[in-house]
């Protein structure tokens, strides 16, 4: 527990993680960290170092999200259980006088933050360093994969068939679940959790991570892609906005640095060492 010093709580929950056909014990480990008010950060889970794998073999409309590739994660790390929220941003923004990210009239509280940069999330990932006096910083893309797996090697999670309302509402097929059914975001953590406790990785909004859109090079391990086009970055998962078919924990496109979309957001990760 020496690394979870200064944390507000922590808990565990045991779970499954299904690995090559087996179901594996393993028990999950939330905590926030404490920011300066006493106030709480975001809650984290934590990831275990180990193996896995990223990409797929399969192209979409905007590009190859392959190739599909074995990847080691040699040091645990915690990642942020929900995408970021309107909540948690717009303290940041209003405590270093930034303007508020537009919510689209959609909501803000527990809602996803929307309309923010990658330069906006890597400056909110520096404020709230300063705040707790832990590290944190955007996931890498391998690093963002590993942990939606949670020890899966399949399309989704749960495995490799969709299932409509399990973490996403495709309105073109019916049966959403009461309140997704709208072509905008749902409030953070609404369906259930993958195995190490991360909601909407495959869904909501798609999210920022550290690498550079590099087409040829991809990582085998957690480090970013560092080469390649470093004014666009990668965004990782599905959206709200997208088809059955491309909410896939191996989707990724390459987005401006500068832009601001309403189906792109982030989590972040919180370094342990």
Partial sequence: ?????????????????????????????????????????????????GKGIAGEEYT??????????????????????????????????????????DDRGWGRGDMPVINVSWMDATAYAKWLTEQTNQYYR??????????????????????????????????DIADCTAGTEAAQPWISGRYGANPYGLYDVTSNVAEWVLDCDDEKNRSNDTTPVKTG???????????????????????????????KYPSVGFRLVREMH
């Fill in 138 to 171: 955007l996931p890498s893309e391998t690093e963002w994969e590993y942990a939606a797996r949670a020890g899966s090697k399949t399309v989704y999670w749960w495995g490799d068939n969709y299932i409509q309302s399990k973490e996403h509402c495709d309105r």
């Fill in 1 to 49: 527990m020496s690394l979870l010093k200064n944390v507000l709580a922590v808990f565990t929950v045991p779970v499954l993680i299904i690995s090559c056909g087996k179901n594996i014990p393993y028990t999950a480990e939330f905590f926030s960290d404490k920011l300066s008010d006493g106030s709480e950060g975001p809650q984290l889970s934590v990831i275990p170092a």
């Fill in 229 to 259: 086009d470093c004014e666009n970055r990668i965004v990782k998962g599905g959206s709200y906005s997208d088809r059955a078919h491309n909410t896939r924990l191996s989707a990724r496109s390459g987005v401006s640095i500068d832009g």
């Fill in 60 to 101: 979409t409309s905007i590009g190859y999200l392959g190739p599909q590739r074995s990847i080691k994660n040699s040091t645990a790390f915690a990642i942020s259980r929900t995408e970021v929220t309107f909540a948690q941003y717009d303290k940041f923004a209003k405590a270093t006088n930034r303007a508020l990210p």
